[in-house]
């Protein structure tokens, strides 16, 4: 059993910066791969960003990368996303989830945070 807090979530205007923030609990957050996935309303979830758990292998949607990037700080069993130069196309609820391998695909992922919600205006 694994809970996922997230935060940092709110309001930001085009080309500004955020950093969201996901908190889990256990006692072995280090072997657990970890992602960020995205929903805009009436879309389907997408990939953002994984990292695995010893931080060695970090992967990106191509429509992120060069501006977000995932990181982790295991002794505060935290996953942390900072998000550069926003776009009003990165609005959306944020979601984190952890699972076995740092994988793109939505379902292999076995916990999920309950999201917390971007908005970049224009």
């Known amino acids: 059993q694994v809970q996922l807090v997230e935060s940092g979530g709110g309001l930001v205007q085009a080309g500004g910066s955020l950093r969201l923030s996901c908190a889990a609990s256990g006692h072995t957050f280090s072997n657990y791969a970890m992602g960020w996935f995205r929903q805009a309303p009436g879309k389907e979830r997408e990939f953002v960003a994984a990292?695995?758990?010893?931080?060695?292998?970090?992967y990106y949607a191509d429509s992120v990368k060069g501006r977000f990037t995932i990181s982790r700080d295991n002794a505060k069993n935290t996953v942390y996303l900072q998000m550069n130069s926003l776009k009003p196309e990165d609005t959306a609820v944020y979601y984190c989830?952890?699972?076995?391998?740092?994988?793109?695909?939505?379902?292999?992922?076995?916990?999920w945070g309950q999201g917390t919600q971007v908005t970049v205006s224009s």
């Open positions: 990292i695995s758990g010893n931080r060695l292998f970090k």
């Open positions: 989830a952890a699972g076995s391998r740092p994988t793109s695909v939505t379902r292999e992922y076995d916990y």
